[in-house]
């Protein structure tokens, strides 16, 4: 109960995420209080607040939670080895252009091992982690967070989009010094792709422009075919989406290449380690058959 209170931060939201009635939820966390001798929770206008004994709390219960799904994990990893189902955690402009394949492979040379996949926004993914949500994630790395097992998989290039009637759409490629002083849209900066971007504007003397900022990866092409700016687009995107549009020119930038690095995170104390390593191993196949302009990492 202290975990969904701490994730929700709103009573009635954490009694559905348990399944429980309001009231109920209110007097299990009255009763963890009396029981220990520390107020936990604040009442406030804008919410629900944890008190610095709440955090603590909160803390704790989440170890301890972590440490009995990792016997859970253990237990059954022991027991069925890389079968049963995984619970998969990937961000938007990922996941659909690299599990496809992932799964009609895993599906045809380990069909004991099955895959649920749900998306999430890219911050939350590691919180959700945590919280049991998901037993993996698929990420861009690095985290924030350094207390996971990481398992390394590619490097992914990022093209610079233009319109296709833009002045360096006749272009195959461009050099750095010649970014300077356009303008770049890019995702909102719920996105880890926003803070490499304004990185790279930064480095590059580009402008970003935040009044237009996409939600996906599919709204910044639209906005590059307009002629509202330009952006950087990862190659499995750009494999995937762009070869049936004509509005939009992908350009390598050359004598700088940039990329994203991308890995599978889980909690140190999950026990279905060889499971999470049969994937990795997946994904790096897949890469290595169909993806060759991204590079292999380990």
């Given at each position: 109960?202290?975990?969904s209170?701490?994730?929700?931060?709103?009573?009635r939201?954490?009694?559905?995420?348990?399944?429980?009635?309001?009231?109920?939820?209110?007097?299990?966390?009255?009763?963890?209080?009396?029981?220990?001798?520390?107020?936990?929770?604040?009442?406030?206008r804008?919410?629900?607040?944890?008190?610095?004994?709440?955090?603590?709390?909160?803390?704790?219960?989440?170890?301890?939670?972590?440490?009995?799904?990792?016997?859970?994990?253990?237990?059954?990893?022991?027991?069925?080895?890389?079968?049963?189902?995984?619970?998969?955690?990937?961000?938007?402009?990922?996941?659909?252009?690299?599990?496809?394949?992932?799964?009609?492979?895993?599906?045809r040379?380990?069909?004991?091992?099955?895959?649920?996949?749900?998306?999430?926004?890219?911050?939350?993914?590691?919180?959700?982690?945590?919280?049991?949500?998901?037993?993996?994630?698929?990420?861009?790395?690095?985290?924030?967070?350094?207390?996971?097992?990481?398992?390394?998989?590619?490097?992914?290039p990022?093209?610079?989009?233009?319109?296709?009637?833009h002045?360096?759409?006749?272009?195959?490629?461009?050099?750095?010094?010649?970014?300077?002083?356009?303008?770049v849209?890019?995702?909102?900066?719920?996105?880890?792709?926003?803070?490499?971007v304004?990185s790279?504007?930064?480095?590059?003397?580009?402008?970003l422009?935040?009044?237009?900022?996409?939600?996906?990866?599919?709204?910044?092409?639209?906005?590059?075919?307009?002629?509202?700016?330009t952006?950087?687009?990862?190659?499995?995107?750009?494999?995937?989406?762009?070869?049936?549009?004509?509005?939009?020119?992908?350009?390598?930038?050359?004598?700088?290449?940039?990329?994203?690095?991308?890995?599978?995170?889980?909690?140190?104390?999950?026990?279905?380690?060889?499971?999470?390593?049969?994937?990795?191993?997946?994904?790096?196949?897949?890469?290595?058959?169909d993806?060759?302009?991204?590079?292999?990492?380990?």
């Open positions: 109960m202290m975990i209170l701490g994730t929700e931060l709103n009573f939201k954490a009694a559905e995420r348990i399944g429980v009635s309001q009231p109920s939820l209110s007097a299990q966390i009255q009763a963890l209080e009396e029981a220990v001798g520390l107020r936990m929770v604040e009442r406030a804008s919410g629900t607040i944890l008190t610095p004994a709440g955090r603590e709390v909160l803390r704790r219960a989440q170890t301890v939670m972590g440490e009995v799904r990792g016997l859970e994990d253990y237990a059954s990893d022991m027991r069925l080895g890389p079968a049963g189902t995984i619970r998969l955690g990937t961000k938007t402009t990922l996941g659909p252009y690299i599990l496809p394949r992932l799964v009609s492979r895993l599906h040379e380990s069909p004991e091992l099955r895959l649920y996949i749900r998306e999430s926004a890219p911050r939350d993914l590691e919180v959700e982690l945590y919280n049991g949500v998901h037993d993996l994630i698929l990420v861009q790395l690095p985290l924030t967070d350094t207390d996971l097992s990481v398992a390394r998989l590619f490097r992914e990022l093209y610079l989009a233009v319109a296709a009637d002045p360096l759409a006749s272009r195959k490629a461009i050099e750095p010094e010649l970014l300077k002083g356009l303008e849209l890019s995702l909102n900066p719920s996105f880890h792709l926003h803070d490499q304004l790279l504007c930064r480095d590059f003397g580009a402008t422009l935040r009044d237009y900022e996409g939600t996906s990866l599919d709204a910044l092409r639209q906005m590059v075919g307009m002629g509202m700016g952006t950087f687009l990862p190659a499995l995107y750009v494999q995937s989406e762009l070869p049936s549009r004509d509005d939009v020119v992908v350009l390598e930038v050359v004598g700088k290449p940039i990329y994203r690095s991308t890995g599978l995170a889980w909690r140190k104390s999950a026990g279905r380690v060889s499971a999470f390593h049969l994937i990795a191993d997946t994904i790096r196949q897949v890469v290595k058959q993806c060759p302009q991204l590079v292999l990492e380990r």
